[in-house]
């Protein structure tokens, strides 16, 4: 006996705002980031990159609220620089780690567009040059500290600059965990052939660490 084929489902949007003219309005490179078909439910890539998208927003939050309190107290705190103490500089070895953070945007942006066009072995080699990179950076970034002539106990200047690149190093350091995951998962055959969420929302993590300490570095060595 044979089965009668089930019926399709369909997902109505009740949304009162229309997501999908929403959607329509924003750019091609934006428009991944949000659930096609008003959260179609065969969607499942783009209400994922929609969720993630979501996380990295209250993420924003927390950096902003710090990136505020630096501001206020650092107009609003006599002697900013304490007696005896060198204050942070924008020399020649924080420049360049600040380069190689960068320029992995862009190396990470070519591999997942490698990705995209089934250039697996190609993908591999960038998104291992991406993780060495970040890993370069968050050795950079201890090497600094060292040298520092203050710690976390140097007044409101010491505590503000260590828990700013501290959290930030933090999320450096995830992102690294997450490409070495990725990297990982490229060898399980086929696995990246209907789905490439995990390597879609690291690419996306990784140019929001990099857009976060564009505006530490101003903050902390270019003010």
Excluded: C
């Excluded at 370069?136 to 520092?148: K, M, P, R, T, V």
Aim: overall charge positive; glycine content about 8%.
């Amino acid at each position: 006996m044979t089965r009668s084929p089930q019926p399709k489902v369909i997902h109505h949007d009740e949304s009162p705002v229309d997501i999908e003219h929403l959607r329509q309005r924003f750019p091609r490179w934006m428009q991944r980031f949000l659930p096609s078909g008003g959260g179609d439910h065969t969607d499942d890539h783009g209400k994922d990159m929609f969720g993630f998208t979501i996380f990295l927003l209250s993420e924003s939050i927390i950096f902003i609220s710090f990136f505020f309190a630096y501001i206020v107290l650092r107009v609003y705190t006599p002697n900013w620089v304490p007696t005896g103490v060198t204050k942070p500089e924008a020399s020649t070895f924080v420049i360049i780690n600040t380069v190689i953070l960068l320029a992995s945007s862009g190396v990470i942006q070519l591999a997942e567009r490698s990705l995209s066009r089934q250039q697996i072995n190609k993908f591999r080699w960038l998104w291992l040059i991406t993780s060495l990179m970040g890993t370069y950076f968050l050795i950079g970034q201890a090497i600094e500290w060292s040298h520092l002539n203050f710690g976390l106990r140097s007044g409101v200047m010491g505590a503000t600059f260590y828990i700013l690149t501290g959290f930030h190093g933090l999320h450096i350091l995830s992102g690294v965990i997450l490409q070495i995951i990725m990297l990982i998962r490229s060898f399980i055959p086929d696995n990246y052939k209907n789905s490439r969420f995990g390597v879609n929302a690291t690419t996306l993590f990784w140019h929001f660490v990099d857009v976060i300490w564009v505006i530490l570095f101003s903050l902390l060595y270019l003010w």
